[in-house]
């Protein structure tokens, strides 16, 4: 079992940067991706970007690709988030996740196994 808990949320202005951490307390194995979502109030929770643990493959959702950084550090077993030039629309709960089963498709949320108890990000215009 693998817990991830989150951190680095909190309240920016439009145009600045939060950089977010998943921390896992258990061992990512390589096949894994560890992926971040968001989910704003009304709305489906959605996915911002991934990355594979075994080679450091990146995904973006293209909402978010050119600003959002998604990176890994294997010896701290975490991943990271960082969000450049921010958006009052990128406002929303942020989760990390974890997906066991080796995927070639990484944006469907159902089929990651474990999840943070996310982190809000607000962003003021």
């Known amino acids: 079992q693998v817990q991830l808990v989150e951190s680095g949320g909190g309240l920016v202005q439009a145009g600045g940067s939060l950089r977010l951490s998943c921390a896992a307390s258990?061992?990512?194995?390589?096949?894994?991706?560890m992926g971040w979502f968001r989910q704003a109030p009304g709305k489906e929770r959605e996915f911002v970007a991934a990355?594979?643990?075994?080679?450091?493959?990146?995904y973006y959702a293209d909402s978010v690709k050119g600003r959002f950084t998604i990176s890994r550090d294997n010896a701290k077993n975490t991943v990271y988030l960082q969000m450049n030039s921010l958006k009052a629309e990128d406002t929303a709960v942020y989760y990390c996740?974890?997906?066991?089963?080796?995927?070639?498709?990484?944006?469907?949320?159902?089929?990651?196994?474990?999840w943070g108890q996310g982190t809000q990000v607000t962003v003021s215009s």
């Open positions: 990355i594979r643990w075994s080679d450091g493959s990146t």
């Open positions: 258990g061992r990512i194995f390589n096949s894994w991706i």
């Open positions: 996740a974890a997906d066991r089963s080796a995927p070639l498709v990484v944006v469907v949320k159902d089929n990651y196994d474990y």
